[in-house]
């Protein structure tokens, strides 16, 4: 174990580690997988990632628990939504044995580097999928780099399991209908860049858009996901430009196994007012309990806690996802890979 961390205390952002693991698509296939000690890549300055955005990533967490064993949540959910993001933008799919393979050896060479136990941290791993062919013209790539990089991590919010608020933007869109919204590819991050620092700049955790198209519907709170709960419902978006969140998908099965009833489904601004309580999921902050979304275009504040403090469902859904996550609950789905 590194000593010298202040477990408790880590920001969400990049820490050197041990290594990081890395396999190379060339000649229509793909190659061995590398161990490397070195945090660089060498691209050529023409690489089509770096001019035509070819580029995908995914965001995963390894738990220490309980039990001393250390735990990977949904990682083929991982491999599957890189396997989409690739076909959406003309990649070499990764296939899922490989993925499994590499994210548990990155773990595992990286072992000191994984928080204890109920210090609030993780180790987050970012694979990372990239076209490093030199060429210039819009065209795919011929060769690309697969690499898995981890460091530890505290909670996404500050606060950690707490409520925060959001203001409504009408200015700028993350992504557009039938566009790269729904894969993860770093552009569509890029694009809420400029909305995301006016938001804080105001006074926000984060921005929260309508869709792109009529600005009419829900879409997106920042980069998560959003869900609102009422008349024991859960209700999330249904859109073509939002990302398929693992932790959205998880998080309605435990709803259905807490007797709830889940609804997928467009949801009109203005049905924010009905819910009892809403939240914002992901794998970085699992759920984020909003307090007030803010419309200062129509003059209009939607609040989902008075108290300031996260709601009962909210709270349970939290706990439970969180427990299984950590082998304190069992794992009636499957959904746990224990690194051995």
Not at 21 to 49: F, H, Q
Not at 52 to 78: M, W
Not at 251 to 280: H, K, N, S
Request: with cysteine.
């Amino acid at each position: 174990m590194k000593e010298n961390l202040d477990w408790s205390n880590l920001p969400f952002g990049y820490m050197r580690t041990d290594y990081n693991v890395r396999c190379y698509y060339r000649n229509g296939k793909w190659g061995e997988i590398e161990l490397c000690s070195e945090d660089t890549v060498n691209l050529s300055i023409a690489a089509t990632c770096l001019h035509y955005g070819q580029e995908a990533f995914e965001g995963q967490k390894a738990f220490r628990c309980p039990d001393g064993k250390i735990r990977l949540f949904r990682i083929e959910e991982n491999a599957a939504r890189l396997q989409s993001t690739a076909r959406g933008i003309v990649m070499p799919e990764v296939p899922t044995d490989l993925f499994v393979e590499m994210a548990k050896l990155a773990v595992k060479k990286n072992e000191r580097f994984v928080p204890p136990y109920e210090s609030g941290a993780a180790l987050y791993l970012r694979p990372l999928l990239i076209g490093t062919s030199a060429q210039i013209g819009v065209h795919p790539a011929d060769e690309y780099l697969f690499l898995i990089l981890v460091t530890p991590v505290g909670p996404y919010f500050k606060g950690g399991f707490a409520c925060t608020d959001y203001v409504i933007t009408r200015e700028y869109d993350r992504s557009a209908p039938l566009g790269t919204g729904k894969y993860k590819v770093g552009g569509n991050y890029a694009a809420s860049l400029r909305a995301n620092q006016l938001a804080h700049e105001q006074g926000y955790s984060c921005e929260f858009y309508l869709d792109a198209k009529e600005k009419k519907y829900i879409d997106e709170c920042g980069a998560a996901n959003f869900f609102g709960i009422k008349n024991n419902t859960y209700v999330t978006p249904k859109s073509t430009s939002i990302l398929p969140s693992i932790t959205n998908k998880s998080l309605q099965q435990l709803a259905q196994d807490l007797g709830m009833a889940v609804e997928v489904r467009q949801i009109p601004e203005e049905e924010l007012a009905t819910f009892e309580e809403a939240g914002a999921c992901g794998t970085a902050a699992v759920i984020s309990p909003i307090h007030k979304i803010d419309d200062p275009d129509a003059g209009r504040t939607y609040v989902f806690s008075q108290d300031g403090k996260p709601g009962p469902v909210c709270t349970r859904l939290y706990k439970k996802l969180r427990d299984i996550q950590y082998g304190i609950e069992p794992d009636v789905h499957g959904w746990n890979t224990i690194v051995e």
